[in-house]
């Protein structure tokens, strides 16, 4: 995600923001800049790396001692120097740097123009600010008070005025910011390294939080404006371990990240207890009529992402459906016509097969969308429709939070063309939402109890052949549980279809194989249930991925690992994640180079 880093009080605060904004650079960004108050408030940003910032900085005499730096990752308009952060108002009296969404920002930006105002960038960002000064009447507390109670969505803002060189004002909604403590001196920041060097002393602001901050104070009101104080932690950490959060690996790091990504996946998507991507909003009723099939195109975990789709697809939009590898794809001449809906799904949305078959796709007269991770990605600019799936930027090679955020979001994509093709119910619609806004709940209770899975890993360190097995949705999780555990523990592993294990994949069980049983799918559980005992019967070690309160399948699985209810439709997005943390702590359990596995790249950029 984006990077925050402020500094008010006796010191020149240039060299602390570039400090701050360096020791934010592991969490992935596309420009960066600066805004310093001395005798005037400047603003210096550009796109690309802080390397590039610091050039365009040696052009620049910005001297002062309150300011405010940021590290974006785009999420509205493209990573270029308009859009980069900080953000100044019309006026450029007030600037802001915002991390998170605004969902509302459409609507208050129609309201502000036709109210007579200009924008110059793409961003929600540039509303906030334009917003805060329509309130500014000499008392910017009070100004962003007024803008904070019309914005809409998750984020982390840092306000400074013109006319107030003693403070800055900040505000946290949903979205991460520290206060750090001084003497005669007090920080701010998205995350806790960057400050770390300077103090130890934080505060961690709660949601709803509105922040005053002077050199020599730090007043707090909470969401309905009362005065509060926050606790003071003092970090233990050192820099390197507070860049993973304080977990071992970026890869752990990122699989705990969950629960918030869910989150943030499905913010705007859902309104009124209604499906609404506003992303496709352009796309009519009469074209999904049209259609006559559909095709998920992509490669490695993305491509798994895309099987969980083709069973969703299928089902609620009654079409039939394929899944295909992006580099085999691009290498057949596909059926393919003006009335197929071709997705492509990518993290990076740089890979190179998986352009290629979108340009294929495109060439035969498909239209298509584009389920990414990274804001002006090739695939992003190609895909005649994008949807950002808001996972932020993955550090380690294997792909954990974004699988995660792809499933939620091709579910999000097709249950809305489901209801505007009038093929789901309100009262199914209902009830899919309120499991929606569940499951961050749900994935925390599975991370709560990561120490059941250390503890089964740690009695693996032989195992060389793993199975993963599972029925319909659940064989989709199988194919990604074994690609996780082949790229970062090297130990071979293949999902089947669990009713295919008799055909053939049966005769190589023996007691040194390790099956991972994933039994979720509520019509085929007693199914996937006699698939164990076929492989228990060849003295198999089994270990049961299921639904909390299905107790019959612990009197045949070595160890059950429960996960909590949920629709059959939405458990891939939480049921993946013990698979998840069971690839990590075996791989942990050999020593091995976790988040940067041999022979792997983060972007495959080459055929």
């Given at each position: 995600?984006?990077?925050?880093?402020?500094y008010i009080?006796?010191?020149?605060?240039?060299?602390?923001?570039?400090?701050?904004l360096?020791?934010?650079e592991?969490?992935?960004?596309?420009?960066?800049?600066?805004?310093?108050?001395?005798?005037d408030?400047?603003?210096?940003?550009t796109?690309g790396r802080?390397?590039?910032l610091?050039e365009?900085?040696?052009?620049?005499?910005?001297?002062?001692?309150?300011?405010?730096?940021?590290t974006?990752?785009?999420?509205?308009?493209?990573?270029?120097?308009?859009?980069?952060?900080?953000?100044?108002?019309e006026?450029?009296?007030i600037?802001?740097?915002?991390?998170?969404?605004?969902?509302?920002?459409?609507?208050?930006?129609?309201?502000l123009?036709?109210?007579?105002?200009?924008?110059?960038s793409?961003?929600?960002t540039?509303v906030?600010a334009?917003?805060?000064e329509?309130f500014?009447?000499?008392?910017l507390?009070?100004?962003?008070?007024?803008a904070?109670?019309m914005?809409e969505?998750s984020?982390?803002?840092?306000?400074?005025?013109?006319?107030?060189?003693?403070?800055f004002?900040?505000?946290?909604?949903?979205?991460?910011?520290?206060?750090?403590?001084?003497?005669?001196?007090?920080f701010?920041?998205?995350d806790?390294?960057?400050?770390?060097?300077?103090t130890?002393?934080?505060i961690?602001?709660?949601?709803?939080?509105?922040v005053?901050?002077?050199k020599?104070d730090?007043?707090?009101?909470?969401?309905?404006?009362?005065?509060?104080?926050?606790?003071?932690?003092?970090?233990q950490?050192?820099v390197?371990d507070?860049?993973?959060g304080?977990?071992?690996?970026f890869?752990?790091?990122?699989?705990?990240?969950?629960?918030?990504?869910?989150?943030?996946a499905m913010?705007?998507?859902i309104k009124n207890?209604?499906f609404?991507?506003?992303?496709?909003?352009?796309?009519?009723?009469?074209?999904?009529?049209?259609?006559r099939?559909?095709?998920?195109?992509?490669c490695?975990?993305?491509?798994?992402?895309?099987?969980?789709?083709?069973?969703?697809?299928e089902?609620?939009?009654?079409l039939?459906?394929?899944?295909?590898?992006a580099?085999e794809?691009?290498?057949r001449?596909?059926?393919?016509?003006?009335?197929?809906?071709?997705?492509?799904?990518?993290?990076s949305?740089?890979t190179?097969?998986?352009?290629?078959?979108?340009?294929?796709?495109?060439?035969?007269g498909?239209?298509?969308?584009?389920?990414?991770?990274v804001?002006?990605s090739s695939?992003?600019?190609?895909?005649?429709?994008?949807v950002?799936?808001?996972?932020?930027?993955?550090?380690?090679v294997?792909?954990?939070?974004?699988?995660?955020?792809?499933?939620?979001?091709?579910a999000?994509?097709l249950?809305?063309?489901?209801?505007?093709?009038?093929?789901?119910?309100?009262?199914?619609?209902?009830?899919?939402?309120?499991?929606?806004?569940?499951?961050?709940?749900?994935a925390?209770?599975?991370?709560?109890?990561?120490?059941?899975?250390?503890?089964f890993?740690s009695?693996?360190?032989?195992?060389?052949?793993t199975?993963?097995?599972?029925r319909?949705l659940d064989?989709?999780?199988?194919?990604?549980g074994?690609?996780?555990?082949?790229?970062i523990?090297?130990?071979?592993?293949?999902?089947y279809p669990?009713?295919?294990?008799?055909?053939?994949?049966?005769?190589l069980?023996?007691?040194?194989?390790?099956i991972?049983?994933?039994?979720?799918?509520?019509?085929?559980r007693?199914?996937t249930?006699?698939?164990?005992?076929?492989?228990?019967?060849?003295?198999g070690?089994?270990?049961?991925?299921?639904?909390?309160?299905?107790?019959e399948?612990?009197?045949?699985?070595?160890?059950?690992?429960?996960?909590?209810?949920?629709?059959?439709?939405?458990?891939?997005?939480?049921?993946?994640?013990?698979?998840?943390?069971?690839?990590?702590?075996?791989?942990?359990?050999?020593?091995?180079?976790?988040d940067?596995?041999?022979?792997?790249?983060?972007?495959?950029?080459v055929e």
């Amino acid at each position: 995600m984006c990077g925050i880093v402020g500094y008010i009080g006796d010191k020149e605060v240039l060299p602390i923001l570039i400090d701050g904004l360096k020791r934010l650079e592991y969490r992935g960004y596309d420009s960066a800049g600066v805004a310093i108050l001395g005798e005037d408030l400047k603003v210096v940003k550009t796109q690309g790396r802080i390397k590039a910032l610091e050039e365009r900085l040696k052009d620049e005499d910005l001297k002062g001692n309150l300011g405010v730096g940021h590290t974006r990752w785009a999420t509205h308009g493209a990573p270029n120097n308009v859009n980069a952060h900080p953000h100044y108002s019309e006026s450029k009296n007030i600037v802001v740097v915002h991390n998170g969404i605004i969902e509302n920002y459409l609507e208050l930006k129609k309201m502000l123009v036709k109210e007579g105002h200009d924008f110059r960038s793409e961003t929600d960002t540039e509303v906030i600010a334009y917003l805060i000064e329509e309130f500014y009447e000499g008392d910017l507390l009070e100004a962003v008070k007024k803008a904070y109670e019309m914005l809409e969505g998750s984020y982390a803002i840092a306000v400074m005025s013109k006319d107030q060189k003693d403070c800055f004002v900040v505000v946290r909604k949903d979205s991460p910011l520290i206060v750090g403590l001084g003497k005669g001196e007090n920080f701010i920041a998205s995350d806790i390294p960057a400050i770390l060097t300077y103090t130890r002393e934080i505060i961690i602001l709660e949601n709803g939080d509105i922040v005053k901050i002077t050199k020599d104070d730090v007043s707090v009101w909470d969401a309905n404006g009362n005065s509060v104080k926050r606790p003071v932690q003092q970090v233990q950490w050192n820099v390197e371990d507070a860049k993973k959060g304080g977990f071992k690996h970026f890869m752990l790091k990122e699989i705990f990240d969950e629960p918030t990504v869910i989150k943030e996946a499905m913010r705007g998507r859902i309104k009124n207890g209604s499906f609404e991507i506003p992303e496709l909003e352009q796309i009519s009723v009469d074209y999904l009529k049209n259609i006559r099939q559909i095709f998920f195109v992509a490669c490695g975990t993305a491509y798994h992402a895309g099987v969980v789709g083709k069973y969703l697809a299928e089902k609620y939009l009654k079409l039939p459906v394929q899944v295909e590898v992006a580099s085999e794809f691009r290498y057949r001449d596909p059926m393919i016509d003006g009335r197929t809906l071709l997705f492509v799904i990518s993290q990076s949305g740089e890979t190179t097969d998986t352009l290629a078959a979108l340009r294929l796709g495109k060439k035969k007269g498909a239209k298509t969308i584009g389920i990414v991770n990274v804001v002006g990605s090739s695939v992003a600019r190609e895909v005649d429709n994008v949807v950002y799936v808001h996972a932020g930027p993955e550090i380690a090679v294997a792909s954990t939070k974004a699988y995660v955020a792809q499933v939620e979001v091709v579910a999000l994509v097709l249950l809305y063309f489901a209801k505007k093709l009038g093929l789901l119910s309100v009262e199914n619609e209902k009830a899919l939402v309120s499991e929606f806004f569940a499951l961050p709940e749900k994935a925390q209770a599975i991370l709560d109890r990561s120490n059941e899975i250390a503890e089964f890993a740690s009695t693996t360190k032989t195992i060389e052949e793993t199975f993963y097995i599972g029925r319909n949705l659940d064989y989709a999780l199988s194919l990604e549980g074994a690609l996780k555990l082949k790229e970062i523990s090297y130990v071979h592993a293949e999902g089947y279809p669990a009713g295919e294990l008799k055909h053939g994949p049966l005769a190589l069980v023996t007691p040194q194989s390790l099956i991972i049983a994933i039994d979720t799918y509520a019509p085929l559980r007693k199914k996937t249930l006699s698939n164990i005992k076929e492989v228990k019967a060849r003295q198999g070690r089994v270990l049961a991925i299921a639904t909390k309160g299905y107790s019959e399948i612990e009197e045949v699985a070595d160890k059950t690992f429960y996960v909590p209810q949920t629709i059959d439709d939405l458990s891939p997005v939480i049921s993946v994640i013990p698979l998840q943390l069971i690839a990590y702590y075996i791989a942990e359990s050999r020593g091995l180079d976790i988040d940067k596995p041999r022979n792997l790249a983060k972007s495959v950029t080459v055929e």
